[in-house]
């Protein structure tokens, strides 16, 4: 175990429980941010005790998102790597029937709650001259996005220009901000949005690997970005889509 603290945004996340489960043992401290537990989550609590915090969190809501702050000024240890995975909803229906609220809550999820964490756990890193900044993008953001998900595109879009300023800002003090873009992906967030098993069928038969991506494909990438290794990468949307142009 080393002496490194995560934060993770969306810990309950098939993607985020894979993470801890592979990685959880190599830090000293997590601060695992959920909104929905689950039973795969709460095995994770339990098996980590007291070195891993969960903390409950709606996004959309900028005091819960302050909230969490205090909790990590609470307990003084501040994290090193962050890794962001909370996303807002993929609404599937036509521009001119959606609510601006929808535009609002996928960018208060996606973007205001990342620049609220940073903003004060970023000066830490800067002291310490090093940090590992990780935020899930979308292949929406390297590919030709699908029709009817305008509020989580632009979502995605706006983090990915956070993304870009903040690498330029903080490269210099030892921080490293990457974004990483898989293209579908079967997890439960997915299926829940789509409610077609076809959809899924459909974007595997058009992917040159014959099958989605899967979180075992996008793990290894997160590995490395939060590496010694990746110490000049900086700055990158990796897109994670089997071949996919």
Not at 77 to 106: A, C, Q, T, W
Not at 231 to 241: D, K, L, M, S
């Amino acid at each position: 175990m080393s002496d490194r603290c995560l934060f993770m945004t969306g810990a309950s996340s098939d993607t985020g429980m894979e993470f801890l489960d592979r990685n959880g043992r190599s830090y000293s401290l997590i601060y695992a941010h959920y909104n929905h537990m689950n039973d795969h989550l709460r095995e994770i609590v339990r098996s980590f005790g007291p070195s891993l915090i969960p903390l409950k969190a709606d996004l959309k809501d900028p005091k819960e998102t302050e909230a969490l702050l205090d909790a990590v000024r609470e307990r003084g240890v501040y994290p090193d790597h962050f890794i962001h995975l909370s996303s807002g909803e993929m609404l599937g229906e036509k521009f001119h029937k959606r609510d601006s609220g929808d535009f609002l809550n996928s960018f208060t999820i996606s973007t205001v709650s990342v620049v609220t964490l940073l903003k004060d756990f970023l000066p830490k890193m800067m002291k310490n001259r090093y940090g590992r900044v990780i935020l899930m993008l979308s292949s929406v953001t390297v590919n030709n996005p699908p029709k009817y998900q305008s509020s989580y595109v632009t979502s995605k879009y706006a983090l990915l220009g956070l993304m870009k300023s903040l690498s330029q800002e903080y490269a210099s003090k030892g921080i490293t901000v990457n974004g990483i873009s898989p293209d579908m992906m079967d997890t439960k967030f997915l299926r829940n949005v789509l409610k077609k098993e076809v959809v899924l069928k459909e974007n595997a038969a058009r992917n040159p690997l014959g099958r989605n991506i899967e979180i075992s494909d996008v793990l290894p990438v997160m590995e490395y970005l939060l590496s010694d290794a990746a110490q000049a990468v900086t700055g990158q949307n990796i897109a994670v889509t089997g071949g996919i142009i």
